[in-house]
């Protein structure tokens, strides 16, 4: 066979071949999930990886989407914002049209700007930071979107307990310096100092460390009765185990980052009796109980944020279905101002991509594992 021959045949094997991949992709919708799936909050980005799967998986079983499969993409920021607009460069390459992420607020809001200029649609499961809605809006992008509640909703809740509970104790008010845990920390002391309580400690710390021991040296001295920590449940659980090695047994309280099993792997009996703020188990919820039962079959308990990422995939859905098309301003106009049944209840979003009237509850971590308090303080 000569040279030409064998040249002519490999030009239309190639041709084949691509004919065959554009049609594949034509038939095929790319979406993603982004989070922490590596570092310290891994087990965060594992639950959304999860939610994000099977969502797609029971979707894709139920006919698809506007008559294609969804194909779905997994982005890592390790909660890293330069990392993060990294993987949102990555993903948009890939050709997404949605991404159920990030999950970190510092990885969020610096995301948005590459998915706002490039025309893909996000929905954060877990950002709670008022300003990555916040800004967006007055930018004038309408493709941002969370389906949790935000830090002054739950720093009013947090406020309003530690100046009822503790006045005329001493509290200290601790955060990690990132756009989650200073502005759940901020929040919080905000709703507690108009309530009349003043804090006795505000101080900051790094997240990542080992060694708390300073830190909790100088709120044992200063007498601490409380510590709200806005931060993630690593530290939170490296600083209540140290202050109980101390002597130290300061109330610990904090927010939703403490809703993973870990954190009493790093406390042990250390944690016992630790409270945070959370939204209601969507675990328990009726609209979700034949996903949970999925999960369950799977030997997977979708805790903490699992559920909410196979909601905002649920939302992208609902709103696609309603507009005919992925078009990001289409879509985005399918999502404000209107209501979605999802496995985490009705979502009734606000103009400015929120969910309006986000319920916080109390939570307790008690015997290694944490339940929802019955009675709300």
């Not at 034509?26 to 965060?44: E, K, L, S």
């Not at 507690?192 to 060694?211: H, I, R, S, V």
């Not at 909601?311 to 209501?339: L, M, P």
Request: charged letters at 20%.
């Amino acid at each position: 066979m000569n040279r030409t021959k064998v040249s002519l045949i490999a030009a239309i094997a190639a041709a084949t071949a691509f004919g065959a991949g554009a049609v594949k992709a034509q038939d095929t919708i790319t979406i993603a999930v982004a989070g922490p799936m590596t570092g310290q909050y891994a087990v965060f980005g594992e639950q959304m990886r999860r939610g994000a799967a099977q969502a797609v998986e029971d979707i894709n079983a139920a006919g698809g989407l506007l008559g294609k499969q969804l194909v779905l993409e997994v982005g890592d920021d390790a909660c890293d914002p330069k990392q993060a607009v990294a993987a949102a460069n990555d993903l948009v390459a890939k050709g997404v049209v949605f991404v159920a992420g990030h999950w970190c607020s510092g990885s969020s809001i610096p995301a948005s700007s590459v998915y706002a200029e490039e025309g893909v649609l996000q929905i954060s499961p877990g950002s709670t930071n008022p300003s990555y809605t916040e800004d967006a809006a007055a930018k004038g992008w309408n493709n941002i979107f969370r389906v949790c509640g935000r830090d002054d909703a739950q720093g009013i809740v947090a406020g309003k307990f530690l100046a009822e509970k503790f006045a005329g104790k001493e509290v200290a008010i601790l955060h990690d310096k990132t756009a989650y845990g200073k502005g759940l920390a901020d929040e919080t002391k905000k709703n507690m100092n108009a309530a009349g309580l003043q804090e006795a400690m505000y101080e900051a710390y790094t997240a990542g460390e080992k060694d708390y021991s300073a830190l909790v040296s100088k709120m044992k001295q200063a007498g601490i009765d409380a510590i709200y920590v806005g931060g993630y449940h690593t530290e939170a659980g490296l600083i209540v185990r140290q202050a109980k090695q101390q002597g130290l047994n300061a109330q610990l309280v904090s927010g939703d980052a403490m809703v993973d099993n870990e954190f009493w792997n790093i406390t042990g009996e250390a944690g016992e009796g630790t409270i945070f703020t959370f939204q209601p188990d969507p675990r328990k919820s009726e609209t979700a109980k034949e996903v949970v039962e999925k999960f369950t079959a799977q030997n997977y308990d979708p805790e903490g944020y699992t559920l909410y990422t196979y909601a905002a995939v649920q939302v992208w859905r609902d709103a696609v279905e309603a507009a005919g098309t992925t078009d990001v301003d289409e879509v985005a106009d399918a999502i404000h101002g209107n209501s979605f049944e999802t496995v985490i209840g009705t979502l009734e979003m606000d103009e400015k991509g929120d969910v309006k009237d986000p319920e916080y509850v109390w939570y307790i971590w008690e015997n290694g594992d944490y339940k929802e308090l019955p009675v709300q303080m």
